[in-house]
C-alpha cells in the first residue's frame, strides 16, 4: 500500500468513464496504477450510491446525529406527557384529600 489519498471528484470521474463504457476497469487501473481491489470497492459504492458516493464519513455523522435528535426530542414530549399527568393526578388527590 503505497498511502496515496484520492479525492471524491477522481473516484467518481473513474467510476463515471468506466459506467458510460469510455474506458475497461483494466486500463483505468494501469492508466492511474490503482489495484483491481480497489477500483472494484469504488465500483461497488458508485453502484450502491451514485453521485452520492465517496461522501465524507460527515454525512453520515450528521445522518446519525439527527436520528438522534429526533429520538430525544419524542423522550421529551412523552416525559413532558407523563409529567402534564402526574401533576394533574397529584392536583385531584390534593382536592380528595381536603374534600375528605
Known amino acids: 500500500m503505497n498511502g496515496r489519498k484520492h479525492t471524491r471528484e477522481f473516484k467518481l470521474q473513474v467510476c463515471r468513464q468506466i ?24 465500483r461497488a459504492e458508485y453502484a450502491a450510491r451514485g453521485e452520492q458516493a465517496f461522501a465524507a464519513k460527515v454525512v453520515d455523522e450528521v ?18 406527557l407523563e409529567n402534564k399527568l402526574l401533576k394533574k393526578a397529584l392536583q385531584r ?4 384529600s381536603v374534600t375528605l
Open 19 to 42: 459506467a458510460s463504457g469510455q474506458k475497461r476497469p483494466a486500463q483505468v487501473c494501469r492508466e492511474h496504477q490503482l489495484a483491481n481491489s480497489l477500483l472494484s470497492r469504488w
Open 63 to 80: 445522518e446519525a446525529l439527527r436520528a438522534q435528535v429526533a429520538e430525544l426530542e419524542q423522550f421529551c414530549g412523552q416525559l413532558a
Open 93 to 96: 388527590s390534593a382536592l380528595e
